[in-house]
């Protein structure tokens, strides 16, 4: 498709909550990002969810007046067909597959989070096949398109693209967008006067910068703990003292590392009282159809601002916005690193600030690496990288040596409880761990 004829963009996870912000975007941004087609793909189990988000979607295209077309569809392949943007917002097991990936490790005293530790190991294994299915498809039928992945555990994700095949892909996170947003809300000034520097991987960053109007604001932000003295912090709060010495601002995941005691007896606490994240996920995702489904209904409504990934959309739209009028703009996104970090292969996903050009990101020098963060980067990307392979290879030895090298992991022992467990819970979702095995004749 020429982009005279304006662009054709499938988004595979269509009938995901998230797609209303995503057409919101494209509608905000027509003028410098003409979609004509844009195609949302679902899997069948997924069909009434797409038909009520995509219902929403000719709504709001409708009353833009804008000339974009909305296909509702579950077949891939036709949406991908030449496609100039594929988008991934997908969940392989869908919500249930999280609820297991959040329960089962608590009965080890482990973390149990989506995309971090044995949590985020699972939904890599059930994910990584299915997304180069997805390439295998773009390649053939839409070999120049950008494939921009959202799909959690995204770091992991973009890598096992950029290993195992030849599709154009960067990986998205929303947390960057919300931190530029906090800061711009925090002193009153527009996000482009704002550089902050993330040096590190996706959910595993560390901020060691932050510019305002050109002024360092790094100090004054890592002193802004909410007015806790040393003495009395939270145990589930940055202790300002540590914060001071490290002197950069950790990404909120880094509390699963920093804080494991109190950050584990938080889960077991919500756990007990049924409140996984899950099923919380799960309840406002059903109000949020239910609002979805009527045929009033012709924006998208306040609420999903309440889900874990505000602005995922915006960052999305951003990068496609970028990508397709060269604009050179600053971006963190997730791409291959290529010698940024000089202790991590050049294939490894790191997730840095990038200069966004037409023919795709390139990532910027890092000024500052924190000493102290080095072991954790290289920890975490080990078991990345293990993980990856045993995803695609259905090797579960590889699997084992991943979860056994997680920082998070207390012992072999609970690594190969824990994998057997997860593993059979996730069986349906994981052929490639239960290949049939043919007796010796």
């Known amino acids: 498709m020429t982009n005279e004829q304006g662009l054709k963009i499938a988004v595979i996870g269509g009938g995901s909550s998230y797609t209303p912000e995503l057409v919101e975007g494209f509608i905000l941004h027509y003028a410098e990002l003409p979609v004509r087609e844009l195609w949302l793909v679902d899997i069948e189990p997924g069909q009434r969810k797409l038909n009520i988000v995509g219902n929403l979607a000719k709504r709001m ?41 959040e329960s089962i490790p608590l009965k080890y005293g482990v973390i149990g989070q989506e995309t971090t530790g044995p949590g985020g190991m699972m939904k890599a294994l059930r994910t990584i096949p299915v997304l180069l299915d997805i390439c295998r498809d773009i390649e053939e039928l839409a070999p120049n398109a950008w494939l ?59 901020i ?30 940055w202790n300002p003292e540590f914060l001071q010495s490290l002197h950069a601002l950790p990404s909120y995941y880094l509390k699963y590392f920093y804080m494991t005691d109190a950050m584990l007896e938080e889960q077991l606490e919500s756990f007990q009282k049924g409140g996984n994240r899950a099923e919380v996920v799960k309840r406002v995702e059903e109000e949020l159809f239910e609002l979805y489904n009527d045929p009033e209904l012709k924006d998208k409504p306040k609420q999903l601002e309440q889900r874990g990934g505000a602005f995922y959309s915006e960052a999305a739209v951003n990068l496609m916005r970028s990508l397709y009028n060269g604009s050179n703009d600053i971006q963190t996104l997730n791409v291959a690193n290529q010698g940024i970090i000089d202790f991590l292969p050049d294939d490894a996903s790191i997730e840095v600030n990038c200069v966004v050009t037409k023919t795709g990101p390139l990532p910027l020098p890092l000024t500052k690496v924190p000493p102290m963060a080095v072991g954790l980067i290289h920890a975490v990307k080990t078991y990345e990288r293990l993980a990856i392979d045993a995803a695609v290879t259905g090797d579960r030895g590889l699997a084992i040596q991943a979860l056994a090298h997680h920082p998070l992991v207390p012992s072999v022992e609970v690594a190969i409880q824990m994998l057997d467990e997860m593993l059979e819970a996730n069986k349906e979702y994981l052929p490639q761990f239960f290949k049939e095995t043919t007796a010796n004749a």
């Open 61 to 101: 295209v409708e009353k833009s007046g804008l000339p974009i077309e909305v296909h509702l569809t579950l077949d891939r392949r036709e949406a991908i067909k030449d496609a100039d943007f594929v988008s991934t917002q997908m969940r392989v097991g869908m919500l249930d597959a999280r609820g297991r990936d």
């Open 148 to 206: 921009l992945n959202f799909t959690n555990p995204a770091g992991m994700v973009t890598e096992a693209i950029l290993k195992y095949s030849n599709v154009k892909s960067i990986g998205l996170c929303n947390a960057p967008i919300g931190l530029i947003k906090q800061t711009s809300a925090k002193y009153g000034v527009e996000a482009d006067r704002i550089y902050a520097e993330f040096v590190g991987l996706n959910h595993l960053h560390w």
């Open 208 to 237: 060691t910068r932050i510019d305002v109007n050109g002024e360092d604001k790094l100090d004054e932000m890592l002193a802004d703990t909410a007015g806790y003295s040393a003495k009395n912090v939270p145990a589930r709060e």
